[in-house]
């Protein structure tokens, strides 16, 4: 029987219930209730009700004086651009990611960025010993840096630690290591990470420290003790990369000094973590010429902007019926598609075995990755390159019209960070009749009204067809 001052608590998504079960009645998930002890609560190292309390909360006018507290730089460009323009003093930052993504050599180099433009910054380490650590910092070239470094799991002990040293910036990695002894639960439950999370949030409010949390994301992609972090901190990136891939992505999800869509990106390489001036060529491979058969899609996943490759085959059948397969993309919507183009262009795949594949192993389930598809489809069937420097979105109706579709600045605003000059789009709605072409943020807009505007520029000879 378990203990009568038990609850069980949701790893998923924080529901309390007070029994076991085996599914969670929230959130649906699985196996993911676990005991823990009902002394645990937020800010359990606050003093205990009715303890002497300080005094009442002091209210201010909205007008107050203008405060511009400089940011805090870590010297690392696509860091500080993704957290708005650098670190904030008196704030808390979520950096979430998969093990073995990078997290603590980013937090490392951006934690040794800041000491040596003369900030006071700790950095301190649940996961690895101290000589780990100063392993890295030397492989990384920068064990000369001033960051003080302590390993410690105890959250009493190194809050104690951090108010003697005072620092202007902390590192912690990670949430999930530390524990609170005012809470029963074992360390990395949903109950400790929130407790341990809110006493540093705390204290950087009230020491004006910028504190980085590390958290881990579990199999799900949630950060364990999850949205509870995400609430308690001022902002959340989250660290990407594909496996057996170089290229990593800072991405901004949740941010109170700045944008959202912003993305920075590195490579992993021998000496850590490297900025990359031009991104482009990490994902297609060198930014040059494309075969034919290949478009990119300026797609949204979520909130998340993401251009993805979508690669078309039409070769000749075989046998007397042609294949049609489609990876990573919906096979309906590629019958569709396919039809669109035969009645509304007067392209003929017939005979032909269509192949339809998205890259990286994604898969694509907005609307408006028609173009991009009916884009790639053209142009493997003429076998002419489509405009290397362009990508393309808009959803196509099956009178062969182009919809417009949501988040175009986003979109934009991604193919322009990722160096792309063009972007085939839909007409903007409410727009001229007749389709034009616009500049925004340093992308050229071209305007496809119908799908064969589009079939046009994927069969037009490349020559003409380029600047
Ligand atoms: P790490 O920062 O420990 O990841 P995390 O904290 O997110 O778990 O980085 C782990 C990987 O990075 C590891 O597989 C080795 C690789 N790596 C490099 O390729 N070059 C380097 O200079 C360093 C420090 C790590
Ligand atoms: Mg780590």
């Known amino acids: 029987m378990p203990k009568s001052d038990s609850i069980f608590v949701c790893q998923s998504c924080g529901a309390i219930h007070p029994k076991w079960l085996g599914k969670c009645e929230a959130c649906g998930s699985w196996n993911t209730l676990q005991e823990e002890g009902v002394r645990a609560a937020p800010g359990a190292l606050a003093a205990p009700v009715g303890a002497k309390r300080g005094k009442a909360a002091a209210f201010v006018d909205l007008i107050g004086e203008a405060h511009s507290v400089p940011r805090l730089k870590t010297g690392i460009a696509e860091f500080d651009r993704v957290c708005g323009g650098g670190l904030v003093p008196a704030s808390a930052l979520l950096v979430g990611g998969d093990p073995g993504v990078g997290k603590s050599t980013l937090l490392l180099q951006a934690a040794a960025g800041a000491a040596r433009g003369g900030a006071t910054v700790a950095y301190v380490t ?259 390159p489509l405009d290397a420097d362009g990508v393309i979105f808009g959803e196509i109706a099956l009178s062969g019209e182009i919809r417009p579709v949501g988040r175009t600045e986003l979109r934009l605003k991604e193919a322009q960070k990722l160096g792309f000059k063009t972007a085939y789009a839909p007409r903007r709605e409410g727009a001229a009749d007749k389709a034009g072409s616009r500049e925004k943020g340093g992308v050229r807009v071209r305007e496809i009204a119908h799908i064969s505007d589009l079939a046009a520029l994927a069969t037009a000879p490349a020559e003409g067809r380029r600047r």
């Open 126 to 384: 649940g996961e690895e010993a101290e000589a780990q650590i100063q392993d890295r910092a030397r492989r990384l070239g920068v064990a000369q840096a001033p960051v003080k470094l302590a390993a410690e799991t105890d959250l009493r002990k190194v809050l104690d630690g951090l108010k003697a040293l005072r620092p202007d910036l902390v590192v912690v990695d990670s949430i999930q290591t530390l524990w609170s002894d005012g809470i029963e639960s074992a360390p990395g439950t949903v109950t400790q990470v929130r407790a341990c999370a809110h006493e540093l949030a705390r204290f950087a409010k009230k020491s004006g420290a910028c504190v980085l949390l590390v958290g881990h994301v579990t199999k799900d992609g949630q950060i364990a003790g999850p949205r509870v972090v995400e609430h308690l901190v001022d902002a959340v990136v989250y660290f990407e990369g594909e496996r057996g891939l170089p290229y990593r992505i800072l991405r901004a999800v949740k941010n109170r000094f700045g944008p959202t869509d912003e993305i920075g990106v590195f490579e992993m390489g021998e000496t850590g973590l490297m900025e990359t001036p031009n991104p482009s060529a990490l994902f297609l491979g060198g930014g040059g010429e494309r075969p034919s058969g290949s478009a990119v899609f300026a797609g949204v996943e979520g909130t998340r902007p993401l251009l993805v490759e979508v690669q078309a085959l039409a070769a000749p059948a075989a046998y007397g019926t042609a294949r049609r397969a489609a990876v990573g993309a919906d096979s309906a919507r590629l019958a569709m598609i396919l039809a669109v183009l035969e009645t509304r262009c007067g392209l003929s795949f017939a005979g032909r075995d269509v192949y339809l594949s998205i890259a990286g192993g994604l898969r694509i389930t907005e609307p408006a990755a028609d173009l991009a598809v009916a884009a790639a489809l053209a142009s493997a069937l003429a076998d002419v």
